[in-house]
C-alpha cells in the first residue's frame, strides 16, 4: 500500500451499487477464497463502514484484510469485536492486518503492539503484517539487520499469543545499500518460520524484479501476495485486475512455489468505473486463474 496516490474521479451513487452489479458477478463467491485490503475502500468505510463490508461479501469475496486500526477509534468506530461480528454476519473472515511498528522499531515499547495483538486476537486474525517501515530505521546494512532482529523479536512474542508476522513490501526495499537490499536481509535474516512475507505483485514488477524468480530462490517463504494491477498507460495507476499490464495468469499458476495461502486484491484508484463493480472484477478474474 501507499498513501502516495489518492488521484481518482468521485463515484456517484456508491451506496447502491452493489445493486447494479451483474448477476454473473454478484454470484462470484466460489471454491477458492479471495480476499480484499479494505485500504482499497478507504474513502468510503468512514462514511458508511457496514454497507461497505456488505458490498465486499456481495462483490465476491470471503476475506478482508484489515488497515487503519487505533485502539481509541478501533475500524472506523467499531470496536475490534464489533468489527468481527459484522464481518461474521456478512460471511467474511479477516485472515490479517496492516499495523504499523514504528513505535516498536524505534524505542522497543510494547503499549501499541499489545494493542495489535489484542486486536488481532478479537477479530480472528492470525497474521499481524507489517504495512512498510520508516525509512530513517532502514539507512544502512547494519540498520537492515538490526530491524530483521526486531523482525524475529515481534514473531517470538507473538507465537505464544497462536499469532504470526508478516513483511508487506513497496519498491523502496530494493534499493541496494552496502551491496544488499532491505528485501533480501529480511528474506535471508528472519526466521522462515516465524517471519512470513506478502509479496505485492504491482510494487515487485514496478521495482524491476520478476515475482516467479524470487519464488525460485526462496520457495515457501510468501504466505500472502497482495494482487494489484499496474494500468497499461500510467505505471503509477492500478486497474481492475486482468486488464493491466501484470501477467497474474503466469505468476498465480505458481502459487504452491511460492507458498501462496491467501490472494488478496488491491486497488488503490478506481477511475472511469464504479469501486464495486471494479472489486467484484477483480475477484471474479483472480478466481479463475488461481489454482483449485
Request: net charge neutral; aromatic share 10%; charged share 20%.
Amino acid at each position: 500500500m501507499t498513501t502516495t496516490r489518492r488521484q481518482f474521479l468521485a463515484q456517484a451513487g456508491i451506496a447502491s451499487a452493489a445493486a447494479m452489479l451483474a448477476p454473473q458477478l454478484l454470484s462470484a463467491k466460489g471454491k477458492t477464497g479471495v480476499g480484499i485490503q479494505l485500504y482499497s475502500l478507504r474513502d468510503y468505510l468512514p462514511k458508511d463502514v457496514k454497507g461497505v463490508i456488505a458490498n465486499i461479501a456481495k462483490a465476491g469475496y470471503s476475506e478482508v484484510e484489515t488497515f487503519g486500526y487505533s485502539k481509541e477509534g478501533g475500524f472506523w468506530g467499531l470496536s475490534a469485536k464489533e468489527f468481527s461480528a459484522l464481518l461474521k454476519a456478512n460471511g467474511l473472515t479477516t485472515p490479517s492486518g496492516h499495523y504499523g511498528l514504528d513505535e516498536f522499531f524505534g524505542t522497543g515499547k510494547m503499549d501499541q503492539l499489545n494493542s495489535y495483538i489484542d486486536c488481532a486476537l478479537a477479530t480472528g486474525q492470525t497474521y499481524i503484517i507489517i504495512p512498510g517501515i520508516n525509512h530513517e530505521f532502514i539507512k544502512t546494512k547494519a540498520d537492515f539487520q538490526t530491524v530483521a532482529g526486531k523482525m524475529n523479536k515481534i514473531a517470538e512474542i507473538l507465537k505464544p499469543k497462536g499469532l504470526k508476522l508478516g513483511y508487506h513490501n513497496h519498491n523502496f526495499e530494493w534499493h541496494e545499500t552496502e551491496g544488499t537490499t532491505f528485501y533480501d536481509t529480511i528474506l535471508n535474516e528472519t526466521d522462515p518460520k516465524l517471519v512470513n512475507m506478502e509479496m505485492d505483485l504491482y510494487w515487485v514488477v514496478r521495482a524491476g524484479y520478476k515475482p516467479l524468480e524470487i519464488f525460485a530462490k526462496h520457495p515457501g517463504r510468501f504466505t500472502f501476495v497482495h494482487v494489484k494491477d499496474m494500468d497499461k498507460t500510467n505505471p503509477e495507476l492500478n486497474t481492475e485486475i486482468g486488464s493491466g499490464s501484470i501477467d497474474f495468469r503466469s505468476i498465480l499458476a505458481q502459487a504452491k512455489k511460492g507458498g501462496i495461502k491467501h490472494f488478496i486484491v488491491e486497488q488503490e484508484n478506481f477511475t472511469n468505473i464504479d469501486p464495486y463493480v471494479s472489486i467484484a472484477q477483480s475477484a471474479k478474474y483472480v478466481k479463475s486463474i488461481i489454482p483449485a
